[in-house]
Nanobody, 125 residues
């Protein structure tokens, strides 16, 4: 079982940037694809970005392409989400999640079954 702890959320003005981090423990982090998800009030959770186990493949939701970048540091057991040009509609609780199967390619439809507690991102207009 993997434990995930997100950090880096906060309040930022539109156009600003934030960098989220997700620290993993309890499992061989480097073997598993990772994803970032978000859930805004009254909306369903949606995938934001995903990255393969090696970091060589990434996928993004259309709404964040060109603004967000997912990356990972397997030596630090950490996955990141760099968020630039933030918009009020990016306001949500952001969660990281781990693929349940090893050596995944970071498909947004992968079986992400381990979740962190979430970190709040609020973008003011």
């Amino acid at each position: 079982q993997v434990q995930l702890v997100e950090s880096g959320g906060g309040l930022v003005q539109a156009g600003g940037s934030l960098r989220l981090s997700c620290a993993a423990s309890g499992r061989t982090f480097s073997r598993y694809a990772m994803g970032w998800f978000r859930q805004a009030p009254g909306k369903e959770r949606e995938v934001v970005a995903a990255i393969s186990w090696s970091g060589g493949r990434t996928n993004y939701a259309d709404s964040v392409k060109g603004r967000f970048t997912i990356s990972r540091d397997n030596a630090k057991n950490t996955v990141y989400l760099q968020m630039n040009s933030l918009k009020p509609e990016d306001t949500a609780v952001y969660y990281c999640a781990a693929d349940q199967e090893p050596y995944g390619l970071g498909s947004p439809s992968a079986d992400f079954g381990s979740w962190g507690q979430g970190t709040q991102v609020t973008v003011s207009s």
